[in-house]
């Protein structure tokens, strides 16, 4: 960041979940400058006022416990917020990066640098959209691969409970060069290992988000029909993960480090994407304090000590009466912001992925959107996405080029 000890930064968090309330809480234990808030809606503003500038002000409890005591400002204004901002944190959904980015992109000062906490796939297809963003030695953009912490707001505005942190997380920067000052910054503002990815694309093909939820849904409810559930009936989305369910989420990890692998062959060395790791390894190292049994990869996410309590997506339809939320971000998101962009730079590289085309054949008829016809990307809701193909990069060459 542009600022030093003596002028300490300003740290702008973009959002109004779950997430944006924890790093409010957790950044203001570690960062020595001022934190500025910005909301979707003056509504929002107005009660997360209410809740931070409150005498117990906005608390962090359970694995994590601070207060969110350096908030200055919270708005729906970003002519209120940005200006001043020399970090400024987007902790929402990727469906709402571009038009977050959009709004925020004209009072960014020279040099505010730009994270997205977390990336998903296909953040930096986003970034070209907006033409004063482009990434350049002054204007860093950092992509982290996932949250740093699991958390849930039990009080908007006043607590957020965090119900485990990782040991380390993954996070990129463009340009490529920037990447150490950048994750020494973040890892002194969220207090944990801030470890670098080679490129954007290790996190893009990295995102484990996309493994994870889609194949977890699938697996819990890919033969479902209309089974109502009672409310003691919900089943556990990591507890009870089955071992076919297990095996599907290596296949389909598999899918994806071999695309990385072909890419980087084909790069001819140009490319390092060393950061796309398996699902088994990337598990044991993110939680390797909290896992009981890894015996298998079903084993070691249905004991791990993070996920407990973890239900499945559900929405009420009546009284005591659930079926399952295919509206869910673990779809809606993890789908079009995570699987479909790896399908599209799969097909770049020519490889096959029936796995992952399995998933993404069941997901997309019960989200009402078709992005594979046949196997191919060629249906009507891919094309509008953050996927290479959009801007132009169809060839190996171009992939290439976009990330060095």
Known sequence: MPASDATPAVL??????NGAHALAAVASAHFNGDIVWLTSSEEKADRLRQGVFSAQGLRATGAVEATAR???TVSADPAAVIPQSDLVVLVVPAFAHLPLLSRVAPYLKTGAWIVAMPSRSGFEFDLRAV???????????IGFQTFPWLCRIREFGREVKVNATKATVSAAALPVA??????????????MEVAALPTFLDLTLGNTGQIIHPVGMYGLFGAWTDRVYAEEEIPAFYAGMDEETGRLLE???????????ALAVAAQGKLDLRGVLP????????????????STLARAFSTNAAYRGVMAPMRQIAPDAYVPDFGHRFLTEDIPYGLVVTKAIAQIAGVATPHIDTVISWAQEKMGRQYLVHS?????????????????????????AAYL
């Open 70 to 72: 350096r908030v200055r």
């Open 178 to 191: 920037a990447a150490p000052a950048a994750m020494t910054a973040m890892s002194g503002i969220i207090g």
């Open 131 to 141: 033409a004063t963003l482009k990434p350049d030695r002054r204007r860093v953009v």
């Open 251 to 261: 296949a389909v990890s598999d899918e994806i480090v071999t695309v990385a692998r």
């Open 12 to 17: 702008a968090i973009c959002g109004g979940g």
């Open 376 to 400: 191919a990307l060629e249906g009507r809701d891919a094309h509008p996405l953050r996927i290479p193909q959009r801007y132009g990069i169809t060839t190996i060459a171009d992939l290439v």
């Open 279 to 294: 699902i088994r390894t990337w598990l044991q190292t993110a939680y390797a304090h909290a896992i009981a049994d890894a």
